[in-house]
């Protein structure tokens, strides 16, 4: 149960960002990000993105880590199920901490900001599940 009267009891925990009653809906709204290290060279705010079943960034990103970018066969869609321009994918190691993740990073031609999907948020275990609310 949450109570008014305690400002240290957090409602839920997102990896390092609590989120209580004192947090204005106006910040509830606001996306979640983590930084992640990038096959040892480079950090990247990844945009947590829980209905993204991959993970992706754009070619600008890309390039400037220099990944190696496999061709891919695998189409993907958006929202509204619009398609989405693949230019091919890398497998990367994503790094948090001590916690290390290998994964296929698809390489999307107009990704503005690079989104971690479902993998690569349940391998650092950034969403909790809350299996009861008290109100």
């Known amino acids: 149960s949450t109570s008014t ?10 990896s390092t960002v609590t989120i209580d009653e004192r947090v204005t809906e106006s910040r509830l ?5 983590v930084k992640l290290f990038v096959n040892n060279s480079s950090f990247l705010n990844f945009k947590i993105d829980t209905g993204a079943d991959v993970s992706c960034i754009g070619i600008q990103d890309a ?26 994918k890398a497998n990367v190691k994503l ?3 001590s916690i290390c993740h290998n994964e296929d990073i698809f390489i999307l031609g107009n990704q503005r900001e690079p989104l971690l999907g479902r993998s690569g948020i349940s391998a650092f275990s950034l969403l909790k599940k809350l299996h009861e609310v008290n109100c």
């Open 63 to 88: 390039e400037r880590l220099g990944l190696k970018i496999e061709q891919t066969s695998i189409q993907l869609k958006g929202p509204g199920n619009i398609p989405l321009s693949v230019m091919g």
């Open 29 to 33: 709204s606001e996306p979640f990000y």
């Open 5 to 14: 009267s305690n400002e240290n009891n957090p409602l839920f925990k997102l």
């Open 95 to 97: 790094q948090m901490g």
